[in-house]
């Protein structure tokens, strides 16, 4: 095993891509960015992830909803209960 100290060498960037991340550190860490939100149900919910708690209830803003992978309705802001969630994804940002 080698230590990330020894590679001084290498960017910011791919040292931070070597470290062990927790879902918990991903979590945090896409806050404020657009995301994915796939329901058991299969349905998704895409918008900007704005707060989540350890139950994994969700706040989204400007989100959208597909069923069958296509559009449904559009919402403000939406807060989906944390036991219908089966992942959280991030996605490429919206122009």
Do not use: H, W
Not at 11 to 19: G, Q, V, Y
Not at 41 to 53: F, H, I, N, T, W
């Amino acid at each position: 095993m080698f230590s990330l100290t020894y590679l001084p060498s290498l960017p910011e960037k791919i040292k931070m891509s070597l470290r062990k991340q927790t879902p918990s550190d991903f979590l945090k860490q896409i806050i404020g960015r657009p995301v994915v939100v796939k329901l058991n149900s299969g349905v998704d919910y895409r918008g900007v992830l704005a707060c989540l708690d350890g139950y994994m209830n969700i706040a989204l803003e400007q989100t959208e909803e597909y069923v069958n992978g296509q559009l449904k309705n559009k919402y403000g802001d939406a807060f989906i209960r944390g036991n219908n969630v089966l992942y959280i994804s991030t996605q490429k940002r919206r122009m």
